[in-house]
């Protein structure tokens, strides 16, 4: 078999999907691309649609080539920034619809969990404050001596 054949026996795809859509884009970038080629896929479909009206047959691959090749780099562009739209206006319908029920989760239970946190935060400060004074004390540190010449020095 020739190379020619072996290229011959590639599945045909539209070479649009990548304009949309690129392996090393961001998750949401991949996501506004797809709906853009969502978006591109319904324009097709309204062109196919016009053309078998006007002609009483679908399109032949080399009008649909030809379809496909008027798509500019602005044109895509263009669809990607009305995927991008809809997207964040999906996401801003979800956030709203789901308000309520978010608030709730993050004001349940967040005074007693902070009380909790506190009182640890403050037993180990304590702790280390303990700790602090046996090791000085264990160094022959009299902490009490000093204080007291400090408060009598000041008085």
């Given at each position: 078999m020739s190379d020619d054949g072996a290229r011959d026996a590639r599945p045909?795809?539209?070479?649009?999907?990548?304009?949309?859509?690129?392996?090393?884009?961001?998750?949401?970038?991949?996501?506004?691309?797809?709906v853009a080629?969502?978006?591109?896929?319904?324009a097709k479909r309204e062109w196919t649609t016009a053309h078998y009206e006007r002609h009483g047959r679908k399109p032949s691959e080399d009008e649909l080539a030809s379809y496909i090749a008027t798509w500019t780099p602005s044109m895509v562009q263009n669809l990607r920034e009305q995927a991008n739209g809809i997207v964040l206006a999906f996401g801003g319908f979800l956030?709203?619809?789901?308000?309520?029920r978010i608030r709730e989760e993050a004001l349940r239970g967040t005074f007693?969990?902070?009380?909790?946190?506190?009182?640890?935060?403050?037993a180990l400060?304590?702790?280390?404050?303990?700790?602090?004074?046996?090791?000085l004390r264990?160094?022959?540190?009299d902490i009490l001596s000093i204080l007291?010449?400090?408060?009598g020095a000041a008085g």
């Open positions: 045909a795809y539209n070479p649009l999907y990548e304009r949309f859509v690129t392996d090393d884009q961001s998750t949401s970038d991949q996501l506004t691309g797809m080629y969502g978006l591109y896929k319904q956030v709203e619809e789901n308000a309520p007693w969990k902070a009380v909790g946190v506190s009182i640890f935060a403050a400060y304590t702790l280390g404050l303990i700790a602090l004074l046996v090791i264990i160094a022959g540190v007291t010449s400090v408060n």
